[in-house]
């Protein structure tokens, strides 16, 4: 299972940004996937879930503002982070299932939010 993430970067609050998981080594298209994060000094916290279906779920405090995707062509995760907020400053990490915490995950792509 390879998990690679990007798109992160320093974005004002009330910006955005997308975030993109490439994956390999797995049948994408037939597996649940999920984004996940860890600000400094904190826990690592779920932050949304997409079935194979195409079901999304997502925490309280992002729903509306994030939304996650999927390119089972590309074998491609995506995660649009909308109206981004001082709190939202993290290491995010895709991973592959739905349980939390993940057994395994990618390097990361970090999203700072700072004016």
């Known amino acids: 299972v390879r998990l690679v993430e990007s798109g992160g970067g320093l974005v004002q609050p009330g910006g955005s940004l997308r975030l993109s998981c490439a994956t390999s080594g797995f049948t994408f298209s037939s597996n649940n996937m999920m984004w996940v994060r860890q600000a400094p000094g904190k826990e690592l916290e779920w932050v949304s879930t997409i079935y194979s279906t195409g079901y999304t779920s997502s925490k309280g405090s992002v729903a509306g503002r994030f939304t996650i995707s999927r390119d089972n062509a590309k074998n491609t995760l995506y995660l649009q982070l909308d109206s981004l907020r001082t709190d939202d400053t993290a290491m995010y990490y895709c991973?592959?299932?739905?349980?939390?915490?993940?057994?395994?995950r990618g390097q990361g792509t970090q999203v700072t939010v700072s004016s």
């Open positions: 991973a592959k299932g739905e349980t939390f915490p993940p057994a395994e």
